[in-house]
């Protein structure tokens, strides 16, 4: 088991550019969660997956946020056209597949910093 | 109003004493509770989870739910210096999907 693992660790970007993150979810775990959290506040829920499907979205969320988990395995969350307010720690969550449990367990996180 | 309350400290207990750690949670569906500590530039990582009224005790913490007053708290005992971290409170409505979190206590433990 070697837990949850995210790339890139760090990323800086200039305003209006791309980026994609990667999150590699323990490898049992059917479920996997993208959270995003600044400076003093809790992680604020984006958006998860169970297998490939992808069951709940924040509404909050904008629609230059994209994640896909094609083959059920690691997902990617992409932001387009970036804007600094998406300055964030970006964290992965996975949570494994039997009931009545959604213990999580996050990966490192990728820090993104919007120029 | 927040969904997940916490007092944002900073708490702060000598070493070998009991930190006393709350969290109170707006919606009665909720099911879940986790309890996840936070060091510095860290992610969470989960210590505790309780799903039912009543004491749930690992090592030196417990995690208390009272589902009635819709409250959660964490009691960590003999407190050491390692303690020192903010804890987040996290909330489920049901045992599947997303968690509600709140935005921490700092707790500082000191030699």
């Known amino acids: 088991d070697t837990g949850v693992s995210q790339n890139p660790r760090h990323k800086i970007t200039k305003r209006g550019q791309n980026v994609t993150f990667r999150c590699d979810p323990i490898s049992e775990h059917n479920r996997l969660y993208w959270y995003r959290q600044t400076l003093g506040q809790g992680p604020e829920f984006l958006t998860y997956f169970q297998n490939e499907a992808q069951l709940e979205k924040s509404r909050l969320l904008s629609d230059r946020f994209s994640a896909e988990r094609p083959k059920g395995s690691f997902s990617t969350l992409e932001i387009q056209r970036t804007e600094q307010g998406d300055s964030a720690m970006y964290l992965c969550?996975?949570?494994?597949?039997?009931?009545?449990?959604?213990?999580?367990?996050f990966g490192p996180g990728t820090r993104l910093t919007v120029l | 109003q927040k969904e997940v309350e916490q007092n944002s400290g900073p708490l702060s207990v000598p070493e070998g004493a009991i930190a006393s750690l709350n969290c109170t949670y707006s919606d009665r569906v909720s099911q879940s509770f986790f309890w996840y500590r936070q060091y510095s530039g860290k992610s969470p990582e989960l210590i505790m989870s309780i799903y039912s009224n009543g004491d749930k005790e690992d090592g030196r913490f417990t995690a208390q739910l009272n589902k009635a007053s819709q409250y959660v708290s964490l009691l960590i005992r003999d407190s050491q210096p390692s303690d020192s971290a903010t804890y987040l409170c996290?909330?489920?409505?049901?045992?599947?999907?997303?968690?509600?979190f709140g935005d921490g206590t700092t707790l500082t433990v000191k030699p």
């Open positions: 969550a996975s949570s494994p597949r039997q009931r009545g449990s959604n213990e999580q367990f």
């Open positions: 996290a909330v489920n409505e049901d045992n599947a999907g997303k968690s509600t």
